[in-house]
């Protein structure tokens, strides 16, 4: 049996700390050894009835040692002491204390037979002076609940890093980077990326999902395909099949500032492992796709992936004393490898502004005196900190580019943007008026519209554009969301994210769109049932929906060519399927159409110009009707090809046409030579059209052609030069080319030869 060498308390077994004086258990002692520090707490641990033992109360009989004190004593808290699984101590303030023999006594006054503590001390057989007993139980207490509260907070701190992801330094991110590559733990991986990245992914990722979800996008791609598609779009990322394996991996860890450090991986070696046959999801449809279900068992040393000697690298940054692994910064560490530029260092902080409205004005404010300076990096003092931040590390490429300036004068006659949404620290902000003049010309915007000169553009209500069909930029500038851009509250103040705002416009676009235009977007209106049955050479009235599309059934008698009889206005194209929708059988786009075999059909069938117009004029609510007919296609008369092309004249034995290139270097170089052949008869002439190429020609070259022992000049500039020269029937004839250099500085050139009529 072992005792408490603190307190001379009797231990369990399974005690790690002692129940009531919670010092650490140490091995060793008896009762002879402990006797002194038993008698010295005998008076604090037991209870009234039973003076003089030593041995603590279990936990649950506190409640009723309790009950049978004076009322006006007082007892430690129940739940601390059953959590720890600590003796309850029962204690009282100064008056009401109990004497020895288990009564309460007046201060100063003696209490039963070893006396109180009084003036003159404490008695024989007592428990000390008061203030020596207060302190020890300040002591035992103050223990219990450090305890408690370091428990507490270490609990606290172990789930919110557990929610926050990151490691605690840039060695940790590295470490728990391989970890979670080998493990396959995609949660891990997700929750070392930077939350700044993450988060706004995650916005649009949930948001994507739910509007998936809503339009049944899975339960129409797998009416359509051979397998259900739902497990490409997994939330969870799947490795089944795949693993990686690091050996020898020791990661180099440069520290740029407090913010930003950079893990280069120029040591060990990675092994891949893919077996074919036990992955699934996105990664099997893949595999199959490619052709590439043969395992795989590759090594390599990292240092062969070693770009401009330096390693591979990855970016960690710092997020509220994380670190974490940045994509977009190690992207940018790429970029900055492969240019050579240097790596820059972070400004003094600036302060945002007062709203959302105001953030975008700075930034927009900014763009003229940007454009003039050259210096791009300029603009991350009105940006949240972490893209702020990426500008001023790494858009010295940028500047670099931008030396100078633009050299166009640019200015902002009117800035106004106008609070929209706004959610807790994140706000978003439409443009109120907006005007922007150089050189001359002035692009005006609104949330709305986009003005140049004589021309305006307005938004729809509707984000979709037809996918079947040809349409103007007019078209595409009514699908897109409302202008404006979003904001980051940091600090009390407003920056402007690109990150939220380009989320935030694609989901402004996504609230637009409606089921049957997802359908469409996505190759998927040919899983929707058909409303009706077409009769071939009969006109159908069909109904279009929001999307300008209708399906129907189409039943053919016999083997037939089909064409549509149509002039554009009802409809627009059209494409038959497999009656289940699953195998394209054939469609308005193909030139030369293969018969369809008899038998039943589903037909998607676009409509044309009238479904725009009122589609432009009404959005998501446009209600069109149209007649189509569909109707066996008459053969063209036999044409004999090989007789048709022999009387034609020809270059090179091939067509009356041919492009040509012509470089000053090595290949194909700067000569060439073609063979014209003129049958008898041909009444044609030979048109040269000559453009130089992906270069200043400045003082033209000259193409120089040779034919029939005549030759003739064609100057070569940036602009196209054409010359027509005369060739006789009845010969084959060569001709060559020849290239020649000018005083400027191009040295490639385009050509066209062709036989036009005389």
Request: aromatic share 6%; charged share 25%.
């Amino acid at each position: 049996m072992n005792f408490c060498m603190s307190c001379g308390t009797k231990l369990q077994p399974e005690w790690q700390f002692c129940a009531n004086c919670r010092r650490p258990v140490e091995t060793g002692g008896s009762p002879q050894e402990a006797t002194e520090a038993t008698e010295a707490v005998a008076m604090t641990t037991a209870p009234p009835e039973a003076p003089g033992s030593a041995a603590p109360q279990p936990a649950a009989s506190a409640p009723a040692a309790a009950h049978r004190q004076d009322s006006s004593r007082t007892q430690a808290p129940q739940g601390a002491a059953a959590a720890t699984g600590a003796t309850q101590i029962i204690e009282t303030g100064a008056y009401g204390q109990a004497g020895g023999d288990g009564h309460s006594t007046p201060p100063g006054s003696g209490g039963g037979d070893g006396g109180g503590s009084g003036p003159e001390g404490p008695a024989v057989g007592g428990t000390g002076d008061s203030g020596r007993k207060t302190n020890r139980k300040a002591i035992i207490l103050g223990a219990v609940a450090v305890v408690l509260v370091a428990l507490g907070v270490g609990a606290f701190l172990f789930i919110q890093n557990m929610i926050r992801g990151g490691a605690g330094s840039p060695e940790q991110v590295a470490e728990k980077l391989i970890e979670s590559i080998e493990t396959k733990d995609a949660i891990g991986l997700v929750t070392m990326v930077a939350p700044a990245e993450r988060d706004a992914l995650d916005k649009f990722q949930e948001e994507f999902m739910d509007k998936v979800e809503e339009f049944g996008i899975f339960e129409a791609a797998g009416k359509v395909g051979e397998d259900s598609v739902e497990d490409d779009f997994d939330d969870e990322i799947n490795l089944d099949g795949i693993t990686v394996t690091f050996e020898n991996v020791e990661p180099t860890v440069t520290e740029v500032d407090d913010q930003l450090a950079v893990l280069n991986f120029s040591s060990g070696t990675v092994r891949l492992q893919i077996d074919p046959e036990q992955t699934t999801g996105a990664v099997r449809s893949g595999l199959e796709a490619s052709g590439e279900m043969e395992p795989v068992d590759e090594t390599a040393d990292l240092a062969e992936l070693d770009i401009e000697g330096e390693g591979l690298r990855v970016a960690a940054v710092e997020d509220g004393g994380r670190w974490y692994v940045s994509p977009v910064y190690s992207t940018l560490e790429l970029v900055l490898q492969l240019t050579g530029n240097e790596r820059g260092s972070l400004p003094e902080p600036t302060e945002g502004s007062g709203s959302p409205a105001e953030a975008a004005q700075a930034l927009v404010g900014a763009v003229p005196g940007i454009l003039e300076s050259g210096k791009f990096t300029d603009l991350g003092k009105y940006l949240m900190s972490y893209e702020g931040n990426a500008v001023h590390y790494y858009g010295g490429a940028l500047d670099e580019a931008m030396e100078g300036g633009l050299g166009t004068d640019v200015q902002i006659t009117a800035n106004t943007f106008k609070d929209a949404d706004r959610d807790g620290d994140r706000g978003h902000a439409l443009i109120e008026e907006l005007t922007m003049e150089a050189e001359g010309d002035a692009v005006s915007l609104t949330a709305d519209c986009m003005e140049s000169g004589s021309e305006k553009y307005c938004r729809g209500d509707s984000g979709y554009v037809m996918t079947n069909g040809s349409f103007d930029s007019e078209a595409t500038m009514s699908a897109f969301p409302q202008l404006g851009l979003s904001s980051v509250k940091e600090d009390g103040k407003w920056k402007v994210s690109i990150m939220d705002t380009t989320t935030d416009l694609a989901l402004q676009w996504m609230d637009t769109i409606t089921r049957e235009q997802a359908l469409a977007m996505l190759d998927l209106a040919r899983s929707e049932d058909a409303a009706g049955t077409m009769t071939l050479d009969e006109e159908t009235e069909l109904d279009f929906n929001s999307a300008g599309y209708a399906v129907m059934t189409l039943k053919l008698d016999e083997d037939t060519t089909l064409q549509g009889d149509d002039d554009g206005s009802s409809y627009s194209s059209y494409t038959v399927y497999s009656k289940d929708g699953k195998e394209e059988i054939t469609s308005s786009d193909e030139l030369f159409a293969d018969e369809t075999p008899a038998g039943e059909y589903k037909v998607v069938i676009f409509a044309g110009k009238e479904w725009a117009d009122e589609f432009a004029e009404k959005g998501n609510g446009v209600q069109h009707s149209g007649t189509v007919k569909l109707q066996e296609k008459e053969a063209p008369a036999a044409v004999d090809f090989d007789s048709f092309m022999s009387s034609r004249a020809k270059i090179d034995g091939s067509g009356v046409m041919q492009y040509n290139y012509l470089t000053l270097d090595e290949f194909p170089g700067p000569t060439e030579a073609h063979m014209l052949n003129v049958p008898e008869g041909t009444d044609t002439e030979l048109l040269v059209i000559v453009e130089g190429y992906a270069g200043a020609w400045e003082k033209p070259g000259t193409l120089v052609l040779t034919l029939d022992g005549k030759t003739h000049k064609v100057p070569v500039s940036n602009d196209p030069e054409e010359l027509k020269i005369p060739v006789a029937p009845g010969t084959d004839q060569e001709l060559t080319v020849e290239l020649v250099k000018g005083d400027g500085s191009g040295e490639e050139v385009d050509y066209t030869l062709e036989f036009v009529e005389k």
